[in-house]
């Protein structure tokens, strides 16, 4: 599996992801710069944690403008796996690729810590190594992790099986416990928590190496 | 042309920032303080000389970019 990072000015989980990548693959994964405008030939594209832009406005809205969210935007068209993780996230539902959208933490309070998942759906590219139903521990860091959606898109959500993972102790006010959704074409994952950080049994645990293992099942 | 775009949480979508506000506004004496919303000003210089104009181009700045239109709603002030 080939794997592309996009690097926003202040991502910061960028290097979590691309070590995590090359560990789980065996390849470097590309990193890309948010001003090019194209992606190298690659079948995963993850949108990595951080505060890209600074936050400024709304997070995740600078980044949608970038130029690199064209060739993304097309990769996602094409069938191409897209995983945005926390601010990758944030800039999957401004982009419309997913719906909703993340707002401030009910709490008001950034949450970081380790958080308790359930695995909803084993039946998608990045969740099929799982049981469903397993319960997974990935850790949260944001302050902007609320997820909103009005009753029809959650109904929806819920009705096609596309909500992934929930919290199983909500650390943010999120919506029906969501913290992970698909498109509807079931190419496009975006989650709060950071898989990424539990590929090593030294960062805290290895509850993450499975959503790497299925999307390297899938799209190899 | 100077023009004011406010933006807003949509009516029933949660303002835990507005929430705290009210909070300390009660804190402070102020009792008769219910809810609280709080929101965005985004003040804008244009060279468009047409009101009209400018007021269809400011429409589209808000559905592309100022607001987000699942959760915030936009008012816009040509003055």
Redesign the interface.
Known sequence: MKSAVIVFPASNCDRDAATALEEMTGKKAAMVWHQDSELPDVDLVVLPGGFSYGDY??CG?MAN?SKIMGAIKAHAAKGGAVLGICNGFQVL??SGLL???L??????KFVCKPVSLRVEESQSSFTRKYEKGQTVTFPVAHGEG?Y??DDETLNRLDGEGRVMFRYQDNPN?SARDIAGILNQKRNVLGLMPHPERVVDPLTGGTDGRKLFESLIEALS | MKARVFVTLKNGVLDPQGKAIGHALNGLGFESVGEVRQGKVIDLDLSETDAAKAKASLKEMCEKLLANTVIEKYEIEIR
């Not at chain 1, 707002?103 to 008001?108: D, E, K, Q, S």
């Open positions: 406005l709304r809205a403008q539902t401004e719906p909703g959208a707002m401030r933490n009910a709490g008001l609320n909103y959606a006010g």
